[in-house]
């Protein structure tokens, strides 16, 4: 019995293995076709370069330096003029786009990791204590308004440099814990699942590498929709004061354009504002036609 319930096991997740691998495939394929998704992941792209461009510093090291005139105009020197101190604006927009990647990357991987594991162990232990507490906690987390809850948690740990990062993925990992969830409910009910339990494989074990691996496509889509709201979130937060406190982002100079633009200087809001839209619009096309390519009903 422990033989054929070993052998089914077997079949089973090989059987389940090479569907995935097959839906895949097309999904690749999908992509690759999509004339405005590849658009939308160049574009992508390119800020990445810029950002690790940064990383590297073979570029925007200069955005804290006082070099220039109050307000000073673009010029071959300073492409996007200078600020009301007479800081470089190109060099503090083009760092912003590292901080916002770092941002972005930080929460989305590891908000997105915690709503996998969260989700899967309450969808593997359906209806016991462990899935009515983690249920019980985003349910908690999800009655609270976003911005308040995320401002409070900056505001608390306010002396801490990753304060911003932990309450953002203290309020996004629900999702992806939420879908998830869902879906390991489904697939435990698979024959490959029950066949493990009967050879007794640890139900760790099932959840991590049976189950989970089956669940890839939905912590793709769902981490790049967290990295945009993470960039999003970051500009709300550092324009009221409570995000990026040693460096520099598009939030912070959209603040500090505030009395600028009042004086009829433009550069720093346009700068920050027309790179943020275009790695969220981009970083959204790229999130939807993904989440389009990696539909089990559009890919069958």
Do not use: C
């Not at 999509?34 to 510093?57: E, H, P, Q, S, T």
């Not at 999130?287 to 089990?296: C, E, G, R, V």
């Amino acid at each position: 019995m422990s033989v054929a319930g070993e052998t089914l096991a077997g079949a089973g997740d090989l059987t389940l293995r090479k569907t995935r691998e097959s839906l895949w495939s097309k999904a690749r394929y999908k992509f690759r076709h999509d004339v405005w998704g590849m658009v939308a992941l160049g574009i992508v792209l390119v800020y990445f370069v810029i950002a690790l461009g940064v990383w590297l510093g073979i570029w925007g090291q200069g955005w804290s330096a006082v070099g220039g005139e109050k307000w000073g105009s673009m010029s071959a020197e300073y492409w996007f003029g200078t600020n009301i101190i007479g800081q470089d604006v190109y060099d503090r927009a083009i760092y912003s786009i590292k901080t916002a990647f770092e941002i972005g990357l930080v929460v989305a991987v590891l908000s997105t990791v915690m709503g996998a594991v969260l989700g899967a162990i309450a969808g593997f232990f359906q209806g016991s204590w462990t899935d009515e507490v983690i249920l019980w906690l985003m349910g908690v987390l999800d009655s609270i308004p976003f911005y308040l809850f995320v401002a409070a948690v900056a505001f608390a740990l306010g002396g801490y440099a990753y304060s911003m990062h932990l309450a953002m993925i203290a309020v996004f990992w629900t999702i992806t814990a939420r879908l998830v969830r869902g879906e390991v409910i489904k697939l435990k009910n698979f024959e490959f699942v029950e066949a493990a339990h009967a050879i007794g494989v640890p139900h760790f074990l099932i959840i991590f590498r049976h189950i989970m691996p089956n669940t890839l496509h939905i912590l793709l889509v769902q981490s790049t929709i967290v990295f945009v709201a993470a960039i999003k979130t970051e500009v709300i937060l550092s324009f009221l004061g409570l995000g990026v406190k040693d460096g520099v982002s598009w939030g912070l100079m959209i603040a500090e354009s505030t009395q600028e633009v009042l004086a009829g200087h433009f550069n720093n809001f346009v700068a920050a504002s027309v790179l943020m839209f275009g790695l969220v619009m981009a970083f959204n096309m790229f999130a939807d036609s993904l989440q389009d390519a990696l539909d089990p009903k559009k890919v069958s």
